[in-house]
């Protein structure tokens, strides 16, 4: 699973004279410094804020919010800035129909980092708000009223107790939406905000070089390290905040007068920025349009193949790794690198690897093609399927498996009978989440897919960098539609597990 | 062959980075009837059990289970074909599976058919048929238990290891639980090895004790033969409070602060003499002492004295306890069992 990170290290140290100065990659990291910068600070405000009014107020529709929040997930970062531009571009209708109504323009522009910024803050703060939720359930209703019984009227607890307790869980959710941020093609692509990773997909697209693109990749990788670590760090810290206190429930506090609108307005308006108004924009925009079906049937048809291809193949590996790595810990912090590395990176690392193959088995490229695919998913995606799995497989105790054992069953028959039935939730928790991603992703596929091998994302992106943006919307909008039930459904089961059981 | 021994443990060694578990144990267990195994907490004897169960291989020394070695270096029998059932501390039941299934878990081999009347008679058996479709997390401490216990018990095993059962119940409960467990144990006809701590629990419900400590086996035999007549002080120990005093000996009589005990086969010279605090009365000859304190301990008094040279003793009063600072004479009741042992012990 680490094979693709050596692989860009090994190419970045390449003898071939990089057609990209220094000076340029440079500026292109600086970008995406001040970009994730942005996106941290909006979606740790956001998720943080829409976290703790669910948990703690009640308001109209929170239950609805609870889960709803987090159902942006479902949408690609590309769709939302295809609406936004459509909706927001100087010449687009809303701008055009304000000049002539009232004289004046909106006083900003969407294709800047600053929009860029807002749409993947409104994509990716489910991430902050999932986080930060699950430790504000998790906390400990005892601790909170020791801080009461210790003299903090119950505001100040929140502040002095509640807030700082869930710190870890923000770090982790805010590493998350960073590290999306920096792995993001499709939307800063559009919105020609130039970011290491439009420069390592255009380093090899536009200039051929396998060297520059690697080069654009190794601050990402470094970047890509420091997050995971964060992400990891924090989350040891969060295990002990759930404690071995017993679980009660929090005392939700009913909201009154303009302050429960207030909450309302506010859940509104981040699931209306995270999928309503873009989606629904371009859900308007259809009409106009007169798609190519056939294509869309035969990306649609590959887009699945390769979204239950990826899924079945990740979960696979991740589980025979959780089951193994009980064994040998260290295994799956090795395959959990490839994590927040970038797709584009993965496929820049497995280029050459590929290469040696396609020269061995010149007649085979397409299966080749495909089957490095969705090794490049795997690799990329393995931390977060290994993640529920290990967790569904820790309600196994030592205990259970041994008394499978004295009870007449081998090794394997113990993971069979014991292990994979009990975390068989997880299982399908993790292949969800794998097969959304790959829907999603973009880069990776961009570069590794065999010729004329398109996704529903890959035709997303070339209608909109032919500013096709209508034919560009319904891809974008499949993809949605094929996300959502997913999504709803984990969202929902996420919203209703109780923590503790 | 009735009489072979179920359980055959011969020189076991089992060692960790830094420490020896189990540092050449031995010991056998006769078909049939419940054993205890008891020691302090981290004597090793849980690791014993893992050991016989097949969990973890032994480092030297054999373990052969009706006859047939299963573990020796270089040998380790798989648990699942060591016909040993074995009962977790915390019950260990499949969280997946309601409780029918739970029994039943041991027996895939066997016909359906088969396989629901096994399951059936054991839950009738413990008591328990009307939780056939309740999940382990509905179950209360006792009922996971007997859930355990069933499922162990499903497969027939030749031998029934339970691990610290009765630790996770408390109070009265746990006596009316223990009861009436062991006597559906014991209509099961299986053999059953029982690890616990506590002496009290242990010789209450073993027919017979093996006591450990430090990863070695002290004594086994019969509760009274190890509480009266241990053989040695730690063995002495593991069973309760000791008071243990100097004595010599002359001519197979011991001379001690407490009057002369009749040791027929100890040689003469220095040595010391142990008994239980039961063993000493006031009485007329003996060690003088002054009372310092006494304690209620339910149905006796517990009184601690201080004799001649600062000797510390302390002794059971079945009535009024005496005054702190009255003057009491102790002596040893003449039906008492006494250990006279050598004096570098």
């Not at chain 1, 680490?2 to 990209?20: Q, R």
């Not at chain 1, 697209?205 to 690697?214: D, F, P, R």
């Not at chain 2, 990863?215 to 019969?222: A, E």
């Amino acid at each position: 699973m680490a094979l693709p990170l050596i692989g860009v290290v090994l190419a970045a140290l390449g003898s071939g004279t990089a057609d990209i100065a220094a000076r340029d990659i440079a500026r292109y990291a600086l970008t995406s410094a001040w970009l994730a910068l942005l996106v941290g600070f909006l979606t740790a405000v956001t998720g943080t804020l829409a976290a703790w009014l669910v948990v703690m107020y009640r308001f109209p529709a929170r239950g609805f919010f609870a889960w709803a929040l987090a159902l942006p997930l479902a949408t690609p970062a590309f769709a939302l800035a295809y609406g936004y531009a459509d909706l927001f571009d100087v010449a687009g209708p809303l701008r055009s129909w304000l000049r002539a109504a009232t004289g004046h323009d909106l006083p900003f522009e969407l294709r800047s980092t600053g929009g860029a910024a807002f749409i993947l803050s409104a994509a990716f703060y489910p991430y902050v708000y999932l986080a930060m939720r699950a430790a504000f359930l998790n906390q400990s209703v005892n601790v909170l009223e020791a801080a009461r019984m210790l003299g903090c009227t119950g505001g100040r607890a929140l502040w002095r107790v509640a807030l700082p307790m869930a710190r870890p869980a923000l770090a982790a959710g805010v590493a998350l939406a960073v590290m999306e941020t920096l792995a993001d093609y499709g939307a800063v692509q559009f919105l020609s905000v130039q970011t290491l990773t439009t420069g390592v997909v255009r380093a090899w697209s536009v200039y051929g070089s396998t060297v520059s693109a690697a080069r654009f990749a190794l601050p990402l990788l470094a970047a890509a390290a420091l997050l995971l670590w964060i992400e990891r760090a924090s989350r040891r810290g969060a295990t002990h905040e759930t404690g071995k206190a017993r679980w009660r429930t929090l005392d939700v506090q009913p909201l009154a007068g303009v302050r429960r609108w207030l909450a309302f307005g506010f859940c509104l308006s981040l699931l209306t920025a995270g999928l309503l108004l873009p989606v629904g924009w371009l859900i308007w925009n259809l009409a106009q349009t007169s798609p190519d079906w056939v294509r869309l049937a035969a990306a649609t048809r590959n887009s699945l193949l390769l979204g239950f291809g990826g899924a079945i193949l990740t979960v696979a590996l991740a589980t025979m790794l959780a089951l193994g790595t009980r064994q040998w810990p260290v295994a799956a912090r090795i395959a959990s690198l490839g994590y927040a590395t970038p797709g584009a990176v993965m496929a820049i690392g497995l280029l050459a690897p590929a290469g040696l193959i396609w020269n061995l088995a010149p007649g085979s490229g397409m299966a080749i093609a495909i089957l490095l695919l969705l090794f490049a998913y795997a690799a990329r995606l393995m931390a977060a399927a290994l993640e529920p799995i290990d967790a569904g497989m820790a309600r196994v105790t030592p205990s259970m498996r041994h008394a499978a054992r004295t009870l007449g069953r081998g090794e394997t028959g113990a993971a069979f009978a014991v292990d994979l039935p009990v975390a068989r939730g997880a299982l399908l928790t993790a292949l969800l989440i794998i097969f959304i991603d790959v829907l999603k992703e973009l880069p990776a596929t961009l570069i590794l897919r065999p010729f004329n091998f398109d996704t529903l994302a890959v035709i997303a992106n070339n209608y909109a960098l032919d500013e096709r943006l209508g034919q560009a919307g319904l891809p974008s909008l499949l993809i949605v539609a094929i996300s959502l039930p997913a999504v709803i459904w984990l969202t929902r089961r996420i919203a209703t597990a109780r923590p503790g059981v | 062959m009735s009489d072979e021994p179920v359980l055959e443990i011969c020189d076991v060694v089992r060692a960790y980075p830094g420490r020896r578990a189990v540092d050449g144990a031995s010991f056998t267990l006769p078909r049939g009837g419940i054993s205890c195994l008891l020691g302090p907490s981290g004597c090793g004897k849980s690791s014993l059990l893992r050991l016989i169960a097949g969990l973890e291989p032994v480092d030297a020394g054999t373990i052969r289970l009706r006859g047939e070695t299963v573990a020796a270096a270089g040998l380790t029998v798989a648990p699942e074909r060591r016909g040993v059932g074995l009962v977790f501390q915390d019950n260990a039941l499949f969280p997946h599976l309601d409780v029918a299934a739970n029994v039943g878990f041991g027996l895939a081999g066997l016909a359906a058919e088969d396989r629901r009347a096994r399951v059936a008679a054991l839950l009738d058996r413990f008591h328990i048929a009307h939780l056939a479709a309740a999940w382990p997390h509905m179950l209360s401490g006792g009922e996971q238990q007997r859930v355990a216990i069933a499922r162990a018990l499903a497969r027939e095993p030749s031998l029934l290891l339970l691990d610290e059962p009765f630790s996770g119940l408390d109070g009265h409960l746990r006596e009316a639980v223990r009861d009436a467990l062991l006597a559906d144990l014991r209509s099961a006809g299986t053999s059953v090895l029982i690890v616990t701590h506590d002496p009290e629990e242990a010789m209450m419900i073993a027919d017979k004790l093996v006591l450990m400590a430090e990863g070695r086996i002290l004594q086994t035999g019969k509760p009274q033969d190890c509480y009266h007549r241990p053989v040695s002080i730690a063995a002495a120990r593991l069973l309760g409070d000791l008071v243990v005093t100097e004595a010599v000996v002359t001519g197979g009589v011991a001379t001690t602060p407490f009057g002369a005990v009749p040791t027929p086969n100890a040689p003469d010279g220095t040595a010391r003499l142990v008994v239980r605090p039961d063993a000493l009365i006031p009485g007329a000859s003996g060690l003088p002492a002054t009372v310092t304190r006494s304690r209620f301990a339910g149905g006796f008094y517990l009184v601690d004295a201080t004799g001649a040279g600062g000797r510390h003793v302390s002794y059971r009063c079945a009535g009024d306890p005496p005054a702190a600072g009255a003057p009491v004479t102790l002596t040893l009741r003449a039906d008492a069992p006494a250990m006279i042992v050598p004096a570098d012990e």
